[in-house]
């Protein structure tokens, strides 16, 4: 069993930064590919970045290749995800998501084993 807490969001101004942490419980984290997820409303979850058990291997959304950078500790039991250079279509509620995979990749929403209780993230124009 992995429990995931997130913290970081919040309301930022077009061109901002923000920084989310996803804290997990266990001692299996450096078993699990790590992704952040987001939603808007009436769509379906969607992977925004994601980092193999590792960390040496990462995978970004196209639309937020070069703004985002997802990193993880696996000492501290945690992932990040640095959002820089924010628009207002990044607006979503962000989840932490653990897959049992070795690999770093688009994910379906069907192949997350444990999902956080998500932050919403609201950029202003």
């Known amino acids: 069993q992995v429990q995931l807490v997130e913290s970081g969001g919040g309301l930022v101004q077009a061109g901002g930064s923000l920084r989310l942490s996803c804290a997990a419980s266990?001692?299996?984290?450096?078993?699990?590919?790590m992704a952040w997820f987001r939603q808007v409303p009436g769509k379906e979850r969607e992977t925004a970045a994601s980092?193999?058990?590792?960390?040496?291997?990462?995978y970004y959304d196209d639309s937020n290749k070069g703004r985002f950078t997802i990193s993880r500790d696996n000492v501290k039991n945690t992932v990040y995800l640095q959002m820089n250079n924010l628009k207002p279509e990044d607006t979503a509620v962000y989840y932490c998501?653990?897959?049992?995979?070795?690999?770093?990749?688009?994910?379906?929403?069907?192949?997350?084993?444990?999902w956080g209780q998500g932050t919403q993230v609201t950029v202003s124009s």
């Open positions: 266990g001692r299996t984290f450096s078993r699990y590919t």
């Open positions: 998501a653990a897959l049992r995979t070795y690999y770093s990749g688009s994910y379906p929403p069907s192949s997350v084993n444990y």
């Open positions: 980092i193999n058990t590792s960390g040496g291997s990462t």
